[in-house]
């Protein structure tokens, strides 16, 4: 069900789950859970339709529309398959968006058209092994050397990390600053620059397919050119990117709790016990409605969050709010799912497990549930 759609949106939204239902096929996501594997052929297919640059303005090759179109195509990619959905979604993460925001026209012209064809693939290095969700402190440093800069340090949890074609590294650059954040910086790294080495982690719950890695980057050496936006800025960009991408992952969040809804409600039709189809128990059909109420809710969040980041009206709360309650909206859907199923909900080939597994990343990445709730309590304080 969807509310106040544009007829265009409507046909976004057809587009993208006609793409979805033939190419991401079971097989596959079955396939690419195991292997591993960065889905990048899809990718490319993806691209070249248009679905991987919805919120990129057509001078750079996008479709010039916002956030709320990009979450329409997210969860439709994620209805039919989370892993495979959030790769091919991912594959433009962090550096386009804010070399939109922030950057030089030849930083725009460099990075964007390649990112929107499908011709590379991005990655956002922010997060570091002792920090987290923390911000605030970079042990990532850039050092000006001459006219360019010298970066040392470690990245964890890197999105795309093993198959990213550039980096935007936050880094501090003013070790002095009072408090720490004032003096940290953003640089684009292309892959090949000397001293930056990816190892990919692996063995991970979910998302398999949507790759991760770990950056290492010693003695990089970047010119004034990869700096990107204004020095000691980097922080609060890289904040303001967090509004519109926890929207994305609000969307992937929704997209989740809708596929595993709709498998589970079609099991529930067909599988039978004691000689009744079993949505017709109430011990079933209450979890069945229950589900759908949810994720219409978290839908309805999700859209007005990103309705409003479109219009130019951010609202970091409502942000907050859309990312939080629709990943728990998701675990609690999935988890759900399952348990329809029963035994056969605990096996690969009935696919809700995966989803279940997939699910849990998003009360995690883009900043856990509870610092979201950190950020709906300061925002409530100032406001009531």
């Not at 709320?68 to 386009?96: H, K, N, Q, W, Y």
């Not at 058209?113 to 042990?139: C, I």
Request: with cysteine; hydrophobic share 40%.
């Amino acid at each position: 069900m969807d509310f106040d759609l544009t007829e265009e949106q409507k046909d976004i939204k057809k587009a993208a789950r006609e793409f979805c239902e033939k190419e991401l096929t079971p097989e596959l996501a079955i396939e690419f859970d195991k292997k591993e594997e960065f889905p990048i052929e899809l990718y490319r297919k993806a691209a070249k339709l248009g679905f991987t640059s919805m919120r990129f303005p057509e001078e750079y090759d996008g479709q010039g529309y916002g956030i709320l179109e990009d979450c329409l195509v997210t969860e439709e990619m994620c209805r039919v398959d989370p892993g495979l959905g959030v790769a091919i979604m991912s594959g433009t993460f962090a550096l386009p968006d804010l070399v939109l925001t922030h950057g030089t026209e030849e930083q725009k012209e460099k990075y964007i058209p390649p990112l929107s064809r499908g011709e590379k693939v991005s990655a956002g290095a922010f997060t570091e092994p002792e920090h987290g969700s923390d911000l605030s402190l970079m042990d990532t440093t850039a050092i000006k050397k001459g006219d360019g800069w010298v970066i040392n340090g470690d990245k964890q949890f890197i999105t795309n990390a093993p198959v990213a074609d550039s980096f935007c590294v936050l880094c501090q650059t003013s070790p002095d600053a009072k408090p720490t954040y004032r003096g940290e910086s953003l640089f684009t790294v292309d892959k090949g620059t000397d001293g930056l080495d990816v190892t990919k982690l692996k063995d991970k719950m979910g998302i398999r397919s949507a790759i991760t890695g770990a950056v290492s980057l010693s003695d990089v050496a970047v010119t004034k050119d990869n700096l990107l936006g204004e020095l000691n800025k980097g922080f609060y960009y890289v904040l303001e990117f967090f509004d519109g991408s926890r929207i994305a992952v609000a969307a992937q969040a929704v997209g989740m709790a809708q596929g595993a809804f709709e498998r589970a409600f079609r099991y529930a039709k067909e599988r039978k016990q004691f000689g009744s189809p079993i949505i017709q128990f109430q011990g079933i059909s209450f979890k069945l409605a229950d589900m759908a109420t949810k994720i219409q809710t978290a839908r309805l969040l999700t859209h007005k969050a990103a309705w409003m980041f479109d219009q130019g009206k951010v609202d970091p709360m409502l942000t907050a709010m859309a990312k939080a309650y629709a990943s728990r909206v998701a675990m609690e859907v999935t988890d759900e799912a399952i348990q329809v199923y029963g035994g056969y909900g605990y096996l690969a080939d009935y696919h809700v497990e995966r989803f279940h597994r997939c699910a849990k990343i998003t009360e995690i990445y883009e900043g856990t549930t509870e610092m979201q709730k950190l950020t709906i309590m300061r925002y409530l304080l100032k406001r009531m």
